[in-house]
C-alpha cells in the first residue's frame, strides 16, 4: 500500500545533540512538509520542499535543517539550536502544488522527548 | 492573510446523537478548506476537502462540511456520532501559493456511552 512512513516513533535526545527522524514516501508525491504540532496547539510548519533539490522555509524553521536528495525521502535534523524540541513531528506529502486543493497525506508521526 | 478560527477547543456529545463542530476561516479568495482528523498518537486523516465544485461537501465515514461564504463559516457535522468518532479534529485552510495549509487550533470531540 502507499503511504508515508515516519520513524522512529519515539526518541530521545540528550541535550547538545543533533537527532534526525526519517520521513519516506511511495506515493510518488512532489511536494513534501514538516509540522510541529504541539498539545492544545495546531499544526506549525516547520520546512517543506516541493521539488527534489529544493526546500524552502516554513513559520518555525530555526533549529532545524532538512535535506531533499531523492524525491521519496525528505529528513528533518533536530539541532542543539533547537531550545525546545520536545513536541510530536508529522511528515506529509502531496502533488505538487498547482493550484492551492491538493490535500496532504500524513505520517503517524515521530515524538521527541528530552532526556 | 488567510486564517481559521475553530470556535470550540473540545465538544462533547452523546453516541447517536448529532455532532457540530465549527470553523470560520478568512481569506482574501476563494479558499480550498479541509476537515482533518486525528486519534491519539496519529497522523491526520483527510475527512472531506471543498474546492469551489458545490457548497455541501460529503466526506468519509459519514461527515459532511457546507461551505457558507456569506458567513465565512465551514463547519462539520455527522447526523449520529459514533464512539469511534472520539478523536481531534482540524479545520484547514489552503494559502495561495505552494500549497501551504494554515491549521486552526484543532477540537477535540468526546462521544459517550
Known amino acids: 500500500d502507499g503511504g508515508i512512513t515516519q520513524s522512529p516513533k519515539y526518541l530521545f535526545r540528550k541535550e547538545g545533540q543533533n537527532v534526525t527522524l526519517s520521513c519516506e514516501q511511495n506515493?510518488?508525491?512532489?511536494?513534501m512538509y514538516w509540522y510541529r504540532q504541539d498539545p492544545g496547539q495546531g499544526l506549525r510548519l516547520i520546512y517543506y520542499?516541493?521539488?527534489?533539490?529544493?526546500?524552502q522555509k516554513g513559520d518555525i524553521a530555526e533549529g532545524y535543517s532538512v535535506s531533499r536528495e531523492k524525491k521519496e525521502s525528505f529528513p528533518l535534523t533536530v539541532t542543539s539550536a533547537q531550545k525546545n524540541p520536545t513536541a510530536f513531528y508529522l511528515c506529509?506529502?502531496?502533488?505538487?502544488?498547482?493550484?492551492?486543493?491538493?490535500?496532504?497525506?500524513f505520517g503517524d508521526g515521530t515524538r521527541l522527548s528530552i532526556l | 492573510a488567510q486564517s481559521v478560527t475553530q470556535l470550540d477547543s473540545h465538544v462533547s456529545v452523546s453516541e447517536g446523537t448529532p455532532v457540530l463542530l465549527r470553523c470560520n476561516y478568512s481569506?482574501?479568495?476563494?479558499?480550498?478548506l479541509f476537515w482533518y482528523v486525528q486519534h491519539p498518537n496519529k497522523g491526520l486523516q483527510l475527512l472531506l476537502k471543498?474546492?469551489?465544485?458545490?457548497?455541501l461537501v460529503k466526506g468519509i465515514n459519514g461527515f459532511e462540511a457546507e461551505f457558507k461564504k456569506s458567513e465565512t463559516s465551514f463547519h462539520l457535522t455527522k447526523p449520529s456520532a459514533h464512539m469511534s468518532d472520539a478523536a481531534e479534529y482540524f479545520c484547514?485552510?489552503?494559502?495561495?501559493?505552494?500549497?501551504?495549509?494554515?491549521f486552526g487550533q484543532g477540537t477535540e470531540l468526546s462521544v459517550k456511552p
Open positions: 506515493l510518488n508525491h512532489d511536494a
Open positions: 471543498y474546492t469551489s465544485a458545490a457548497t
Open positions: 481569506s482574501s479568495y476563494s479558499p480550498s
Open positions: 520542499s516541493q521539488i527534489v533539490n529544493d526546500f
Open positions: 484547514v485552510v489552503s494559502d495561495s501559493y505552494g500549497g501551504k495549509l494554515i
Open positions: 506529509a506529502s502531496s502533488n505538487r502544488q498547482l493550484n492551492s486543493n491538493q490535500p496532504q497525506h
